[in-house]
């Protein structure tokens, strides 16, 4: 074999290994990319219709991501926007449209303080879906049925929905993993069912502690009849034992017998 012949073959094989290397970096970052932004990830290839397109931009907002001053909110400020969001959450039963509108400035306002930019709603989208992916979408639903608001084509349902979706971005920018619920009187009931189920359960604990200490009230209860009526005779005072108790005692009885 000629020395050119094996300068070919070793050159074929390094590309060779250099295509099946890119190809698994591709492949890596593609799963990567998956991982993290989720539907975001479907979402942004269907709009450019190429994967490789997608992809750039995805790693392009992680880039700019990366740039950004993103910081932690104070635990004082956390409570402050918490309370506001309970005021607006209230005002949506009076004035549906005009507490959906403040949930969007308010959750603005929370976007300023932790460090997003916030002069445009596309940038500001694709700013937010590098952290916050998993609810980014219900955002852009949120603000989508606020625009059919403004222009009258909104249900209450419709914007019931959005501060439901609104509420869901604004826990996760709170930065401190607590979720915000809504009560009856609000008009935006939970998602979760969380509280019906432990109000459930607490029920059927109780209901259990009733049936469990029935018979021991029921002791109770004829002792101090006992008590207060000494003269009572046997009979009366056995009809308000439990059934337990009376047998027992004929038994007992009969046994001395």
């Known amino acids: 074999m000629s020395t050119a012949t094996v300068a070919v073959i070793v050159i074929v094989a390094v590309?060779?290994?250099?295509?099946?290397?890119?190809?698994?970096?591709?492949?890596q970052q593609r799963r990567r990319l998956r991982e993290r932004f989720g539907p975001e990830y479907d979402r942004t290839v269907e709009r450019h219709n190429s994967a490789r397109e997608a992809e750039q931009e995805l790693r392009a907002r992680e880039q700019r991501?990366?740039?950004?001053?993103?910081?932690d909110l104070d635990p004082t400020v956390r409570d402050r926007y918490r309370a506001d969001w309970q005021r607006v959450q209230e005002r949506f039963v009076d004035s549906p449209q005009s507490a959906v509108a403040e949930a969007d400035n308010l959750l603005v306002r929370v976007m300023k303080d932790r460090g997003y930019p916030t002069e445009d709603y596309e940038q500001q989208v694709a700013d937010l879906s590098v952290e916050h992916a998993g609810?980014?979408?219900?955002?852009?639903?949120?603000?989508?049925?606020?625009?059919?608001?403004?222009?009258?084509?909104?249900?209450?349902?419709?914007?019931?929905?959005?501060?439901?979706?609104?509420?869901?971005?604004?826990?996760?920018l709170l930065g401190d993993g607590e979720s915000l619920t809504g009560t009856s009187r609000t008009g935006v009931s939970d998602t979760d069912g969380s509280r019906t189920d432990s109000a459930r359960t607490a029920a059927t604990g109780q209901a259990r502690e009733a049936r469990s200490d029935g018979p021991v009230v029921s002791t109770e209860r004829a002792a101090s009849r006992r008590d207060a009526d000494p003269g009572e005779s046997a009979d009366a005072r056995r009809a308000d034992e439990p059934a337990e108790s009376r047998r027992d005692a004929e038994i007992t009885e009969g046994r001395r017998r």
Do not use: K, N, P
């Open 15 to 27: 590309l060779v290994v250099a295509a099946l290397g890119l190809f698994a970096w591709r492949q």
């Open 65 to 71: 991501h990366r740039e950004l001053r993103i910081r």
């Open 135 to 172: 609810t980014i979408d219900r955002y852009r639903t949120a603000h989508d049925i606020r625009g059919r608001a403004d222009a009258g084509r909104a249900s209450t349902e419709d914007l019931r929905q959005a501060m439901v979706h609104y509420r869901a971005l604004f826990a996760e």
